[in-house]
């Protein structure tokens, strides 16, 4: 691992707490994943040859329907309950479980969708399942969004849950409340972002500029002065930034 860059070195790390694989079966999936964490992880989960133990998938049929709604083949009713029992305790990691198990729908898991996720992941039961949260938990809770290819899977996916049906864009308002939560420990002046929005925009919110605030983040946490405006940003960041420097000087 000493011949690896830095940011390899961390999701280097990062494979092995999750999996519990050696080092270099960690970097051959990585690079077969081109260094996405969670495309190695599900690449790594999805081999059966990597478990001595063979997946009880009877058990998590059992979860499921402890879980699911009466009469339907989902779990939405009793999310809460659910999310609270592998001790999910905040906004930010609700969003992580559905993020995890892959949903289409803001608070619904289909049942395809939780049987593919627990055996994806090799979860039979809820401890398992709560211990892979708690190493979710830490990699969002990272400062370090330069090197957190896992946050950034994880946002560009709330985008796409936060959509009406059959929308391209989400409106300005459920961006806000979605924001509010993935961003607020990440960005100390997303309150002047959404001062600017609604004084300025009022408009719904592409995926492009969604995806690329981030971007902006990352820069304004810095230094705005490396912004660079002749950069492929979004015209609406480009204001913003105009914004930016007047409002928080």
Not at 92 to 97: I, K, R, S
Not at 157 to 185: H, P, R, Y
Request: charged share 30%.
């Amino acid at each position: 691992m000493n011949r690896l860059p830095a940011d390899q070195k961390l999701k280097c790390a990062e494979f092995m707490s999750i999996t519990e694989a050696t080092e270099a079966k960690a970097i051959q999936y990585l690079k077969d994943a081109s260094w996405r964490t969670d495309a190695a992880v599900d690449n790594f989960y999805s081999n059966p040859s990597n478990f001595a133990n063979k997946f009880d998938k009877k058990s998590v049929e059992t979860i499921f329907n402890k879980y699911k709604d009466l009469g339907e083949q989902q779990i939405s009713e009793k999310l809460p309950e659910f999310v609270k029992d592998i001790k999910i305790n905040d906004e930010l990691m609700e969003l992580a479980v559905l993020w995890k198990f892959k949903t289409k729908q803001m608070g619904v898991i289909t049942k395809n969708e939780f049987m593919e996720t627990m055996e994806r992941l090799r979860c039979d039961n809820i401890s398992s399942l709560e211990k892979q949260m708690e190493t979710v938990k830490q990699q969002l809770n990272s400062k370090d969004l330069n090197n957190n290819s896992s946050f950034k899977e994880f946002y560009m996916f709330v985008f796409d849950l936060g959509k009406a049906e059959n929308q391209k864009n989400v409106s300005l308002q459920m961006c806000v409340e979605l924001w509010t939560i993935v961003l607020k420990s990440k960005f100390d002046n997303l309150q002047i972002w959404f001062d600017f929005l609604n004084k300025h925009h009022k408009l719904a919110i592409s995926k492009d500029t969604w995806n690329l605030f981030l971007d902006f983040v990352k820069i304004a946490n810095d230094s705005i002065t490396k912004y660079d405006s002749e950069g492929a940003w979004p015209v609406l960041i480009d204001e913003f930034v105009e914004y930016y420097k007047e409002n928080c000087k």
